[in-house]
Every structure is written in structure tokens, then in C-alpha cells.
């Protein structure tokens, strides 16, 4: 090993610990407390290993109930947030003298405090006994309503679940968006408008390829980010998310380490490292279908 190899080494050492220390080992106990059966946290011993851990955890209601959350939440939030963001990004692009201004306001909501936020999504939609939430009124002028989505049917709970995330992740997506419209090389949409392109063809023909890799990127950061969500049904719901019905597959990990149902970490484990191989699997499969769909 040469003098600039060790030198570089040296650099990427403090890195490394890093990792090490804080990503490598916590992954690798969470991995051996999910196997240790009837694990005491006080005297930090157990009467044996095996795949109980996980039979409990794929068997426990609770967590069934957090596992449909959490997929729903997924398969709403993810597309509809991108597609969404792909739409205000390509309008802000067309307005070039105020895109700055409005960037900054969409941008807002994501530097906002979560649990701010969730409060006033309670206001806006939560029925009390002095008045039925701004949006019920809104339902009324169309004759609908009252509809109670806070302490509500579950329909109205996801509903409101969805759209707050939604609100909260799509301020980030807007902003990369914008910013990867704004890099799209103009000698391009010179060419098409000489050609006379239709504008629909030269959106999905030029515009989208050309940003594919960051719409991958933001699908990619957005499956991992919903499927860790739990401050958002927090915010909404309380900290009794299993009573609510609303809890994720994190919260469920929060639930058996903190919670009411504390102190069993090996039930805690068993479930992370289920959500870990889910996360890792859909990964995987976005990596595959990307090689064909991203233009590199």
C-alpha cells in the first residue's frame, strides 16, 4: 500500500467508525436480539434462540393491523405525492420570473414542525362538540357530513393520514423536481418546437427521460420514508396509535420497546428486522425495473 493509499484510508477512517459504530453493530444486534427467545432487558439474559420472535410478531394483531397501515399509507402517499410535485414543478418552470417566490412557499411545509402541522390538521378536520371542523363545512355547502376524521371510521383516518403526508413530503419533491427541470438542456426543446412537437409528446418524450433519475431517487427515498412514517400518525392521532387503529410498522417497534407494551425488545427486533427485509425487497425491485426505465 502506497503513500497516497494509506493516506486516504486515514481520511475515511473517522467515516468508517462512524458507520461502524452507529449503522454496522446496531443492525447486527438487532439481528441477534430477534432470535433470542424470552429476552429480559433487567438481568440481559434469555432460555434460548429460534424463530419464535417472529412467528409472534406475524401472528399479533396489533402488528397485522400496522402492516395495512403502512402499506396503504405506501401505495397512496408515494405516486401521488411525485406525481403531484412532477406537475407544480413543470408549472412553476413555465413562470420563470416567480419561480423563485413560489418555490420558497411550497417549501415551507417541509421545514415546518411535524407535530405543528398535525395540530392543524386536527383543527381542520377533527369534530368536537363546539363545531364539526372547518372541513365538514366545506361538506355541508355539497349537503354531505358530518364526517368525524380523527375518531372516526377508519376510511376517514387513512384519508387524512394519507393527505397529511402527502402535504408534508411533497415541498422536498417540488424542490428537486424544480431544480432538475431547470438542468434539462434547452437545445432540446429548441429542436422539438422546430419539429412542431405536440407539448405532451415533448414532456414524456425529452422532459421525462431527462429527469428520470431523480423521479427514481424521490420514488426510491419515498417507498424507505413511508414505510419508517410514525410521527405523522402521532401528530394526528395521539401516542395510542394501536386504540386509534392507525398505527405503522414502526410505531408497532416503538410500541413493544416504550410503549404500553414495552419491554419485550426481542418483539421490537423480530419486527424491525421485518420491516428491513420488506424495505430491502422493494429496493431491490426498484433497482431492477430501474436499469430498463431510468435514463443513465
Known sequence: M????????LYLLPAILFLVFFLVYPLIDVFIYSVEEGYNFASQTYFGTGLYN?????????????????????IITVPVSTGLALLISAGLSSIRPLRDLFQTIYFLPYVTNTLAVGLVFMILFQKTEYTDGLVNLMLSWFGRGPVDFIDGPYWAKMFVLCFYTIWIV?????????????????DYYRAAR???????????????????????????TGFIGAFKAYSDA??????????????????????????DSGGYPSYASAAAVILFAIVLTITCVNLLVSRKKVRI
Not at 2 to 9: L, V
Not at 57 to 74: E, M, R, S
Not at 202 to 214: G, H, N
Open 194 to 220: 422546430v419539429d412542431g412537437t405536440p407539448r405532451l409528446r415533448v414532456f414524456t418524450k425529452i422532459t421525462l427521460p431527462m429527469i428520470s433519475p431523480m423521479i427514481f431517487y424521490l420514488v426510491i
Open 54 to 74: 417472529f412467528s409472534y410478531v406475524l401472528h399479533d394483531p396489533f402488528f397485522l393491523q400496522a402492516v395495512k397501515n403502512t402499506f396503504i399509507l405506501v
Open 234 to 259: 402521532v401528530a394526528l392521532f395521539g401516542t395510542d396509535l394501536n386504540a386509534a387503529g392507525m398505527n405503522t410498522i414502526v410505531g408497532y417497534v416503538y410500541d413493544m420497546l416504550y410503549g
Open 170 to 186: 411533497m415541498p422536498f419533491k417540488i424542490l428537486v423536481l424544480t431544480s432538475a427541470l431547470s438542468s434539462v438542456n434547452p
Open 2 to 9: 502506497n503513500t497516497n493509499n494509506k493516506k486516504a484510508w
